[in-house]
């Protein structure tokens, strides 16, 4: 079975200033990741995904996330944040040749001016 | 990319009746899922949608409490019998199509 862990519930920064939001995955066999973002009362768009290759993977808006295999983890990080990334993100893995998805808890990203 | 439609986008019901949730998507799709997603937490996946199959349902989900159909390869409903206040949820239609994961904008169920 797999799990998700994202570490940080509520993660409060200044406009412009870097973010990292942090994802931790736990499963037995070789996983697919992604990151999702929810904006207020919308459904959940796809950012990023992490399927093989370059462990560091771009997504829309900026965001980047890199895959770190040792230590099971998938950080989504942006070096510098608007009012309009505030939203709830989260981390998703998918076990390779399966279809399901299993989501972390979510982080609320909340950007002050 | 698929393009995900539900109706009703939200409502509210009186404990006991039911309510039937409808997903449409503008490309034919093998596989459909239903997400839950509680209020302030995440998404739990509830069942998976085959056309001309019955849904696979995850564990904690059974069929009596969530039917589900899926006539076609473009539309599925899921139903939600005998509410309680505990199903209060929104929930969510998705389709994997070209090897990514699309959700539709979500049903906001309030269950009095």
């Known amino acids: 079975a797999q799990s998700v862990t994202q570490l940080d519930s509520q993660v409060p920064v200044f406009e412009e200033a870097p973010v990292e939001l942090r994802c931790n995955y736990s499963?037995?066999?070789?996983?697919?990741l992604f990151w999702y973002v929810q904006y207020p009362n919308q459904g959940l768009q796809l950012l990023l995904k992490?399927?093989?290759?370059?462990?560091l993977v771009k997504g829309i808006n900026g965001f980047e996330a890199e895959f770190n295999k040792s230590q099971t983890s998938f950080h989504l990080r942006k070096p510098s944040v608007h009012i309009s990334d505030t939203a709830e993100y989260f981390c998703?893995?998918?076990?390779?040749?399966?279809?399901?998805?299993?989501f972390g808890q979510g982080t609320r990203l909340t950007i002050n001016p | 990319s698929a393009v995900i439609s539900q109706k009703p986008s939200r409502d509210i019901c009186q404990r006991g009746t039911s309510l039937t949730i409808q997903c449409q998507v503008d490309s034919q799709v093998t596989m459909m899922f239903w997400y839950r997603q509680q209020p302030g937490q995440s998404l739990t996946l509830i069942a998976t949608?085959?056309?001309?199959?019955?849904?696979?349902?995850e564990s904690g989900f059974v069929i009596d409490k969530f039917p589900i159909s899926r006539p076609n390869l473009t539309f599925s409903t899921l139903t939600v019998s005998n509410m309680s206040p505990e199903d209060s949820s929104i929930y969510l239609c998705?389709?994997?199509?070209?090897?990514?994961?699309?959700f539709g904008p979500g049903t906001r169920l309030t269950v009095l």
């Open positions: 949608a085959n056309q001309g199959s019955e849904a696979t349902y």
């Open positions: 992490y399927l093989s290759g370059s462990t």
């Open positions: 499963s037995s066999v070789s996983v697919y």
């Open positions: 998703a893995v998918s076990p390779q040749g399966a279809q399901k998805l299993v």
């Open positions: 998705s389709v994997k199509y070209n090897n990514e994961q699309f």
